[in-house]
């Protein structure tokens, strides 16, 4: 019997809303008695993330801060479940809480939106572009030494008027968030993962709820896509392993093909200078093992001086 009223926990963005939409879709297309009047109910939390609008997230605790009051609602039970982008939560979760399914992967790759170019490689030298994401300024600066790279922050919408004043010339977005948002066509270029590999968990969607809670995990288990489940466990597994720091640069994308896997990462300097680059191939089943071997490469390869902490940089 399923645990009514479920209460979905998210921010209230414009780009959460969206997501949670269609995980609450997702559900009742698996359990029709969900459209029952009362039957969800979702409850939106501001977080510190989207109150804190004008310093990078690594300055003020890091990406955790997307998650951080949604995961104290659903420990003190005023929520059942909550609904995050993967690539915003933390390498270890809160204790009591758990990853009980994602949805299937969406475009995990990054776009240029530029107002002076047609393509990455066609901007001005010189020219400036926008980003919150440490990941994506290595990136950048590795491949255009060049580009004056600054921060921003706020939604995407916030980001594009920015654009549109004139303060950049272009602004790197994840393409899930535009194709969310309807606003794929704005899309200058989408970037390949050997110039922007993407951020781990990019582009998947998490459904968390509390360790144990055998009755939402029955209900949410319906929706849980494998093969997207195990791309993200090799992603979070060499996340582990390298023990990044919301200062330190680092990219991580799986992909599989019937029953092999490939994970591909990337560790660099801020500056884009020193990058370490690998990959690892083998069995799905042997997905977090792949990762965890991936992970301990480069950090071996990177040594001490990219100071690995305990998170990695914030996406979107």
Do not use: Y
């Amino acid at each position: 019997m399923l645990p009514l009223p479920l209460r979905i926990g998210t921010r209230g963005s414009a780009m959460a809303l969206n997501q949670t939409a269609r995980v609450r879709d997702c559900l009742i297309a698996c359990h029709p008695e969900l459209t029952t009047a009362g039957a969800l109910e979702i409850v939106t939390i501001r977080t510190t993330g989207d109150r804190v609008q004008d310093r990078r997230l690594a300055e003020i605790g890091g990406k955790g801060l997307f998650t951080k009051e949604i995961e104290e609602a659903l420990l003190a039970r005023h929520i059942d479940l909550a609904v995050h982008s993967l690539k915003d939560m933390e390498t270890w979760l809160p204790g009591g809480l758990e990853i009980a399914c994602v949805l299937r992967r969406d475009d995990p790759r990054d776009a240029l939106v530029a107002n002076r170019a047609s393509s990455f490689g066609t901007l001005p030298n010189g020219a400036r572009i926008g980003t919150a994401s440490l990941r994506r300024q290595a990136q950048l600066l590795l491949r255009r030494p060049d580009l004056m790279v600054g921060p921003i922050r706020g939604n995407v919408d916030t980001r594009l008027r920015k654009l549109e004043e004139g303060e950049f010339d272009a602004v790197v977005l994840a393409v899930c968030g535009l194709e969310r948002l309807g606003k794929l066509d704005l899309a200058t270029e989408i970037l390949s993962p050997e110039i922007m590999l993407p951020a781990v968990g990019q582009g998947v969607l998490a459904i968390e709820c509390r360790a144990g809670d055998e009755a939402v995990r029955a209900v949410v288990h319906s929706v849980n896509d494998p093969g997207t489940a195990a791309c993200a466990g090799a992603e979070r597994a060499m996340l582990a392993a390298l023990d990044g720091s919301c200062r330190t640069p680092i990219a991580g994308f799986a992909e599989f093909d019937g029953n092999r896997l490939t994970i591909e990462g990337l560790v660099l300097g801020p500056d884009g200078r020193g990058a370490v680059r690998s990959r690892r191939e083998g069995e799905v089943d042997d997905a977090a093992a792949l990762g965890t071997e991936l992970g301990q490469e480069l950090r071996r390869r990177a040594g001490p001086s990219f100071r690995l902490g305990d998170l990695p940089d914030p996406a979107e």
